[in-house]
């Protein structure tokens, strides 16, 4: 079947998030205690689970970010992008709503301050949108 | 209305009981690479505050008393009497910054004291430092809303050094005011 140019584009955008992904999971996996420090400044988590997502997490997007550039299921991998973004969305608008400076950690360390907080935010709904495109183009392509 | 219950189809069970092998075969991965790591994350999470305070614990065993003098000493700095403290050289300048930064830039004649790295700097510069335990000991990072240089100076302070202040707006208002800097080959 002949492809069109919108599948072109999600093909496109199938492996640029599938290496954003796994670049931030290569980087989160390097230095986990930044990544863990990261997630503790979102004020959400109890310390019990602070090292076991930042543990996990980077792993998952490792291996999602793989599979999204090798072309592997990538329906259920689009759909993990999803949720991945709506989980750190939920964690960085509760950070805004409550005034606390976060340092995402979604690529490595850093300063918290308001205009990373901002900038995480927006960078996440546009990963968000672009992971929704390709789920769709896929949804079409299984029919 | 009513609502229709349509069954899962079978693509989509398989495609769900993937996306759970996956999410567990991660954290297994994960698991596995966190005890190959020089310093493996504990199953409960320490804050930096915590992991210095157990470090100074730990350094705390071989710390003697140090003689506290009964002049007064400035907890903070400002930009000003910082810049004084530094031109004069009569005490030691702390950089708080991962070392990495340090050697990028720092305060001339600042010495490398990083908080994630507290011990092994700490163990290296020791016998330097209780030559100076009478005078007073600066300690910056890289600004305002970083609390690194706090973390140092606490700790410093429960190792028995009574003077130590921090310049709160660090290497962020020490550069912007363009004051001199050094870098470390």
């Known amino acids: 079947m002949k492809k069109s140019w919108l599948d072109w584009i999600a093909i496109g955008l199938r492996i640029t998030l599938g290496g954003i992904f796994a670049y931030a999971g290569v980087v989160k996996i390097l230095d986990g205690q930044a990544f863990a420090d990261s997630i503790h400044t979102f004020r959400l988590l109890p310390a019990e689970l602070i090292n076991l997502l930042a543990i996990g997490l980077p792993v998952l997007e490792v291996l999602v970010g793989g599979m999204l550039v090798a072309g592997l299921r990538s329906r259920i991998g689009t759909v993990l992008v999803m949720l991945m973004c709506l989980v750190f969305l939920i964690a960085i608008s509760q950070a805004m709503i409550r005034g606390l400076e976060v340092n995402c950690g979604c690529f490595g360390g850093g300063k918290p301050s308001v205009a990373q907080t901002v900038w995480s935010l927006v960078r996440d709904v546009m990963l968000g949108a672009a992971a929704f495109f390709v789920f769709w183009r896929e949804q079409k392509r299984h029919g | ?185």
Request: net charge negative; charged share 25%.
């Open chain 2, 1 to 185: 209305m009513t609502i229709s219950k349509q069954p899962l189809s079978a693509s989509w069970k398989d495609e769900l009981l993937f996306a759970v092998l996956i999410i567990t075969a991660s954290w297994c991965v994960g698991l596995v690479v966190n005890q190959f790591r020089d310093h493996p994350l504990p199953l409960v999470y320490e804050s930096k505050a915590e992991r210095l305070e157990n470090t100074v614990r730990s350094l705390s065993v071989e710390a003697k008393p140090i003689p506290v003098s009964a002049q007064s000493f400035p907890s903070e700095l400002s930009l000003g009497d910082f810049e004084v403290f530094v031109k004069q050289g009569k005490g030691l300048v702390f950089d708080a910054r991962p070392e990495i930064f340090h050697r990028f830039g720092h305060v001339p004649s600042a010495i490398s004291l990083p908080r994630e790295d507290f011990e092994a700097a700490y163990t290296r510069l020791k016998d330097r430092l209780e030559t100076k335990h009478d005078q007073l000991l600066a300690v910056y990072c890289s600004s305002i809303s970083c609390e690194d240089a706090q973390l140092v100076q606490a700790a410093l302070q429960k190792l028995g050094y009574a003077h130590v202040a921090v310049f709160r707006g660090g290497w962020d208002e020490w550069t912007r005011a363009r004051l001199p800097e050094e870098k470390t080959p």
